[in-house]
Nanobody, 114 residues
């Protein structure tokens, strides 16, 4: 079955960096666009970034443009989210998702606090 497993979250100070990973299995990874979502405390999930199946096209939430970068390695079936200059408002649970399907990971917690 489809599995998406996120990792790389943690506690970081404002201005710091984290790199999230999502390992996919159970489907042909290189055939699927992928996305990162986040859910901040008390809010619904919002789309943070997405990437096409071969990585040629990306799109970002305005609030993270210039600070976050989505990438993928189709040979490793892995999706990444590199997050720089983190702000307290980036605190959330981050999820990876297979586009066009309701396939989600369990999420990884990112906390930005001094």
């Amino acid at each position: 079955q489809v599995q998406l497993v996120e990792s790389g979250g943690g506690l970081v100070q404002p201005g710091g960096s984290l790199k999230l990973s999502c390992i996919a299995s159970g489907f042909t990874f290189r055939d699927s666009g992928m996305s990162w979502y986040r859910q901040r405390p008390g809010e619904g999930r919002e789309l943070v970034a997405q990437i096409s199946n071969l990585g040629m096209s990306t799109d970002y939430l305005d609030a993270v443009k210039g600070r976050f970068r989505i990438a993928r390695n189709n040979g490793l079936n892995t999706l990444y989210l590199e997050m720089n200059n983190l702000k307290p408002e980036d605190t959330a649970v981050y999820f990876c998702k297979r586009n066009q399907y309701q396939h989600w990971g369990r999420g990884t917690q990112v906390t930005v606090s001094s």
